[in-house]
């Protein structure tokens, strides 16, 4: 059981949730997950570290509305309670000084992004950060990100605000201007992380992403999560959440995440007519 | 009643679900006894004076003695007798394999059938939970000494509450949100239902055990980190983990499910609720699940019940070879699920959306013997064939989990990963830890893992008793 501290509104569907988990927050580093349920028939839920504070033992994460269980997650109040929550689950991001660093983040990513752009910034690297959503309006942690970065530039996808284009494109940039980049981490929708490593290929700079497949328990034990890295089966929610970008196979990752899509939309509309009647 | 007899009564046949009735439902299978029928196998026994089927139980259950308090008609203080060595009586008299054990070594199994010692055993077990206040056990006087068990299968509840009656204060981590392991998470509500587990657990709450649920020791917390907070024995139960897969084309298809996932996405998450419950799971039509062990026939068998029109199992020895219970097996047959021996799949085939559509197969025969005595399997060549299925389910097998291992510097584990452990205290390469059940054995029993734990606490207290 696990009590929600605070809870904020950060764009249209997209909520910032705090909870009190000492022994969570204690363990958890940047790159690492918690997974929650948010009642007895609710479905195990996997969401990335978008903050801590150690001092006060609380653990921010920050969602968007997609379906069923995100939904019904966003009705929850500050005072409620939600049934679990365990973590911290998969393995950080390796954080070290590699020089100039780019972190990459597309719309819900931005949010698994900063504590690493801010570790990344602490251990001394010079952090440029890209991040990007559809609109304005969907863009979040602006400020918190600017804060933790030598450069922050921002795109949209319909040239609402920053920059018009993808996350990718400024980086494409950057890299044909001959600008020297050590270290590339990138965080959003599949498609996206797919593009930072098409770009970032040929110049051969180091590029992690982090994986969202479905996942159930977590930590090691089902085998749903499973991707492909460099021809080899791996475990996503042990082997990762982070890995080399440039092995990863996204088309059969965007294909798995597609499984439930019938089921997805069975368990949407009886929620959404259930609360319609309420 | 004079042997003679006795020896004239039939076994007694526990009333069952039909076939039809059960294929498209989740509930138990078997019905269970009725006092009757139960005082009426219990004369079966001849109440040997050299009781062999004792020898056949891992935990030496005193079985004429509680038999022959159901024939006196104390059925509560029958369960009573069987939980002296056997915490866990509702659970082991459904899911042991009485078959191999003290069912196969009563006197009665070389002419006749063996007395029904595992029907005999629910029926006491549900008698007294259905009929009797189950009365708390005197506690021994508090030692002041922590204990924290690592994981709530059998091996750990086991362990837990033999030491919280022996005045020790325990704590018990488990990572996922319920508490029963393989109990909870694996065995389908067909053949054991959750009620069942969920009673043993409140029993241990009830002791005065605590449970720490989404509790993942090597994340949340070290094993190292527990001595600091002032555990002085940890107890590792922690079972087996990892699927394995067979590294064929294709495995990562749409509709291919490890045998935990599938099995944790019914029991656990209750998908074949959805969606009343959150968690989705596939209804195939054509259902094939790769493997033979009673994982592999719990999760056919889930197949059926989610709706298939076909359920496979697809098997690459013989029937002989199958590890799984014969009445699981039995069960199967009975529901309709179609049998492929003799085959392994190669190859998996998709359609454009990254489905599984097909599998190729091949059919394989019998060769020499191998490692584990059992004839090896050999490919016949030329003999491929495509079989057409929506699902499948990999059921070969776990490998042990690294979580606790990976964190805890010292533990020593085999080149499976097992931890290594005296298999008469549960002792480890580590001082004050100690580890039973399936994470030292590899897959094995519900009853040797409880008979693990039963030893462990033993050793456990007289190593307490040091400090
Ligand atoms: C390690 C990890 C960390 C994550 N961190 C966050 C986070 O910080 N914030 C956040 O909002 N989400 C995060 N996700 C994704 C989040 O878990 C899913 O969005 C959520 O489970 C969807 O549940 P639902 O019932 O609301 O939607 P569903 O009905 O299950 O899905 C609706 C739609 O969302 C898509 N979807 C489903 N699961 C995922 C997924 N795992 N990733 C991406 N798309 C998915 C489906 O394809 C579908 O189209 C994370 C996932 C993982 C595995
Ligand atoms: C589908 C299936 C059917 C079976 N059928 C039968 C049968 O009919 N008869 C029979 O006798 N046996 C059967 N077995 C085998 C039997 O269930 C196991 O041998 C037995 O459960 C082992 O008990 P255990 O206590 O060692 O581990 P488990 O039951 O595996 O429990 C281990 C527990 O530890 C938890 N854990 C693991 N790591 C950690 C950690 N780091 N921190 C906290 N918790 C952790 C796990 O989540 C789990 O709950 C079956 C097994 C399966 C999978
Ligand atoms: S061996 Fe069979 S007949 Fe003899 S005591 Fe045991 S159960 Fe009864
Ligand atoms: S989520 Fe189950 S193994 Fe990764």
Redesign the pocket.
């Known amino acids: 059981m696990s009590k929600i501290l605070e809870k904020e509104s950060l764009g249209p569907k997209i909520n910032l949730i705090k909870l009190k988990v000492p022994h969570i927050v204690r363990k958890a580093k940047p790159g690492q997950f918690v997974i929650l349920r948010i009642h007895e028939r609710g479905e195990r839920i996997p969401m990335s570290i978008a903050d801590l504070d150690l001092e006060n033992d609380i653990l921010t994460i920050i969602f968007q509305e997609v379906g069923k269980s995100t939904a019904e997650l966003a009705t929850f109040k500050p005072g409620e309670t939600l049934s679990d929550v365990i973590g911290p689950l998969g393995k950080p991001t390796p954080i070290k000084n590699y020089g100039t660093s780019v972190c990459v983040g597309g719309g819900i990513g931005i949010a698994p992004l900063h504590p690493i752009a801010k570790a990344l910034k602490g251990c001394g690297n010079k952090v440029i950060s890209i991040i990007g959503a559809r609109s304005k309006e969907l863009l979040f942690m602006e400020e918190e990100m600017r804060k933790i970065s030598d450069e922050l530039l921002i795109t949209t996808d319909d040239g609402s605000y920053g920059t018009r284009g993808l996350v990718s494109e400024p980086l494409a940039e950057m890299l044909k201007n001959k600008k020297k980049i050590d270290f590339v981490m990138a965080i959003g929708p599949v498609p996206m992380m797919k593009a930072v490593c098409y770009v970032t290929k040929p110049y051969r700079i180091k590029t992690m992403v982090s994986l969202n497949p479905i996942m159930i328990d977590g930590?090691g034990?089902c085998g749903v999560c499973r991707v492909s890295v460099g021809g080899e089966t791996k475990f996503a929610c042990v082997d990762g959440p982070d890995f080399d970008g440039h092995k990863v196979d996204f088309d059969e990752l965007s294909i798995r995440l597609k499984m439930y899509l019938k089921e997805e939309k069975i368990a949407m509309e009886r929620y959404l007519s259930l609360m319609g009647k309420q | 009643m004079e042997a003679k007899e006795r020896l004239k009564i039939p076994r007694q046949r526990m009333p069952e679900q039909t076939p039809e009735q059960r294929k498209s439902n989740f509930f138990e299978v078997p019905l269970g006894y009725t006092p009757e029928l139960a005082q009426k196998e219990a004369l079966r026994c001849l109440q040997c004076k050299r009781p062999t089927c004792m020898d056949g139980c891992p935990v030496e259950i005193d079985i004429p003695g509680f038999i022959k308090l159901i024939e006196d008609e104390d059925f509560i203080g029958a369960a009573k007798k069987i939980k002296e060595t056997n915490s866990l009586p509702a659970v082991c008299g459904r899911?042991?394999?009485q078959e191999d054990q003290c069912e196969k070594t009563c006197v009665l199994a070389k002419k006749f059938d063996p007395v029904a010692i595992g029907n005999l055993e629910r029926f006491v077990a549900d008698y007294e939970k259905d009929e009797g206040e189950i009365e708390i056990p005197k506690i021994e006087k508090k030692t002041g000494k922590k204990v924290a068990v690592?994981?709530?299968?059998?091996?750990?509840l086991t362990v837990a509450g033999d030491l919280v009656k022996m005045g020790h204060e325990v704590t018990v981590?488990?990572?996922?949100h319920k508490a029963?392991?393989?109990?909870v998470?694996?065995?389908p509500e067909f053949?054991l239902p959750k009620a069942m587990v969920e009673a043993e657990v409140d029993y241990l709450r009830k002791l005065g055990v605590k449970i720490k649920l989404s509790?993942?020791?090597?994340a949340s917390q070290t094993v190292d980190e527990l001595f600091e907070e002032g555990y002085q024995v940890v107890f590792l139960?922690?079972?087996?983990?990892l699927p394995n897969f067979m590294h064929i084309p294709g495995e990562n298809l749409c509709g291919i499910y490890s045998?935990n996932e599938y099995?944790t996405r019914s029991n656990l998450m209750k998908a074949y609720a959805f969606p009343d419950h959150d968690t989705p799971i596939f209804s195939g039509k054509n259902v094939a699940v790769l493997g033979g062990g009673?994982?592999a026939m719990?999760a056919v068998r889930i197949g059926l019940r989610l709706g298939a029109k076909n359920a496979y199992i697809v098997y690459r020895r013989s029937r002989a070879e199958m590890p799984a219970?014969e009445v699981?097996i039995h069960h199967a047959e009975e529901e309709g699920i179609k049998f492929h021996f003799l085959t392994t799949p190669i190859k998996y085939i998709s359609n454009e959306d990254g489905w599984v559509t097909g599998m190729e197969c091949l059919r394989m025969e019998l060769g020499e013997p191998d490692a584990s005595g059992r004839r090896r399997p050999v490919p016949i060549k030329g003999s491929n064939f495509i079989m057409e299925v929506d699902t499948v389910v990999v059921a070969i097998g776990n490998s042990s989990?690294p979580?606790?291992p990976r964190t805890t510097p010292g533990l020593e584990v085999n080149k499976w990963g097992n931890i290594i452990a005296d298999l008469e205290t549960g002792q480890t390469s580590r001082k004050g830890v100690f580890a039973?059940?399936?994470?030292v054995t590899g897959?094995?029993?519900?009853?040797?893992?409880a008979g693990a734990g039963k030893k462990s606490a033993r050793a456990i207290d007289a190593y307490l008793k040091t400090l």
């Open positions: 930590t034990m | 899911v042991c394999p690592v994981g709530s299968g059998p091996a750990g981590f488990e990572l996922l029963g392991g393989v109990l998470y694996g065995i053949r509790w993942p020791v090597g139960g922690t079972g087996a983990g045998a099995l009673n994982t719990d219970r699981e989990h979580l606790v039973g059940g399936d994470i897959g094995a029993t519900v009853i040797l893992a």
